[in-house]
């Protein structure tokens, strides 16, 4: 079924708008956001689409096609959703109102091909959907950086996830080709054409969720800022950890806050580095270098940043020893989701076959496989 003839058979009549929004991959630069510095994603071929229609009363009416559920709630009652999907719907109507943006209730229907809690960013593409239709339906004439901060601060207020801007920024930004380099110190970005020659992006899903996930990356953010609080008493200018050098590191935090902080500081400092250097990598077509860069990245959110799973560390120690993978490494958040790899083209079949059976042996579980087509960023479909 399309999203439109679902929309008409639960709430009769054509959407006013559909628009689409799609996923994010990040080739490196992971935790880094939050802390000012560099990402690297770009969006992907897997999306969200939302059909959308205003109401004359203050009702929002919501289904979401995948779970088969409803949700409703008024625009003067926006308590918190007890479930994710219309939580991130109602984070942005949220933002929109304390904007001030003239809304009306409306009827929506959600549909996604972005898998959930696999670190593609399922939540960020939901939100810049809905901020996307409700923009152009309300005329509201929010540009698009406006928009990607509102959606930001829906999830950092309303769901309550500390996230970076980076999600929300590929979402919208995003351009077929093309990663984004982006500085999140001042939303300075620069398109990146991904060349690739041979060489494809492969994610492989572990399957593993884990809900303890969102306390952990709040606790993160909040070691580096203990950090970065214990430095500025030293060097008043420093705002966040990319103004921290590998000196600092050494000589001013290591054995004077705890280990932990250290590690969490050592590894995002070090991260900035890399994806400075990593693109440099690209632009000189060294892939080699790249996804060796990769590889630390990955031992940086394992050991440093303790982000990892078994079942992560698992797949990446695999991809190590084939030659035809040049880099891999956890994508995203992490504590399950997927790790991104580059495979040469040729070899991909082979390793999925391999790689699969020895997961499901180790772990029990099915490991499922995406080649990735990047694609722009959120547009209006009708
Ligand atoms: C999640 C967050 C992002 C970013 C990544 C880690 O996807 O939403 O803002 O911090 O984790 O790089």
Redesign the pocket.
């Known amino acids: 079924m399309t999203i439109q003839s679902i929309f008409e058979s639960k709430f009769s009549g054509s959407p006013d708008i559909i628009v689409r929004s799609p996923g994010?991959i990040?080739l490196i630069?992971?935790?880094?956001?939050?802390n000012e510095g560099f990402?690297l994603p770009a969006a992907i071929d897997k999306e969200v689409l939302l059909a959308l229609r205003k109401r004359d009363d203050e009702k929002i009416s919501l289904f979401a096609a995948d779970f088969n559920e409803s949700y409703s709630a008024s625009l003067y009652d926006l308590f918190p959703a007890n479930r994710s999907w219309p939580a991130y719907i109602l984070g942005v109507v949220q933002q929109l109102l304390q904007r001030e943006v003239a809304l009306h209730g409306f009827d929506a229907v959600l549909l996604s091909t972005v898998p959930v809690g696999a670190?593609m960013?399922s939540?960020?593409a939901i939100e810049c959907a809905v901020i996307f239709a409700l923009n152009e339906v309300f005329e509201s004439r929010l540009g698009k950086i406006d928009m990607i901060k509102l959606t930001?601060k829906a999830?950092n207020e309303y769901v309550g996830?500390k996230?970076?801007?980076?999600?929300?920024f590929a979402s919208m930004m995003g351009k077929h080709g093309h990663a984004i380099k982006l500085d999140c110190k001042d939303l300075n970005y620069r398109y990146f054409p991904i060349t690739l020659d041979g060489f494809k992006i492969v994610l492989f899903d572990t399957g593993v969720r884990h809900s303890l996930a969102f306390g952990e990356?709040n606790l993160r953010r909040v070691q580096c800022e203990e950090g970065v609080s214990f430095l500025q008493k030293k060097y008043s200018f420093i705002k966040s950890l990319r103004n921290v050098t590998n000196e600092m590191l050494q000589n001013d935090l290591k054995g004077k806050v705890s280990e932990i902080v250290y590690n969490r500081c050592r590894y995002v400092v070090e991260e900035i580095q890399r994806v400075t250097e990593g693109c440099d990598d690209l632009e000189r077509n060294d892939l080699a270098a790249f996804g060796r860069k990769m590889f630390q990245t990955h031992q940086g959110l394992s050991n440093l940043y303790e982000?990892s799973c078994k079942e992560l560390d698992f797949l990446v120690d695999f991809a190590k020893h084939e030659p035809a993978i040049a880099g891999a490494r956890m994508?995203?958040?992490?504590f399950g989701g997927c790790t991104i790899n580059i495979i040469k083209e040729n070899a991909i079949e082979d390793i999925y076959a391999r790689i699969s059976v020895a997961y499901e042996n180790t772990f029990g579980l099915e490991l499922k496989m995406y080649e990735m087509t990047t694609q722009s960023g959120a547009s209006v479909i009708k």
Do not use: L
């Open positions: 994010r990040n630069g992971e935790h880094t956001d939050y990402v670190g960013s939540s960020a930001q999830e996830v996230c970076g801007i980076m999600d929300m990356y982000v994508m995203g958040g992490g």
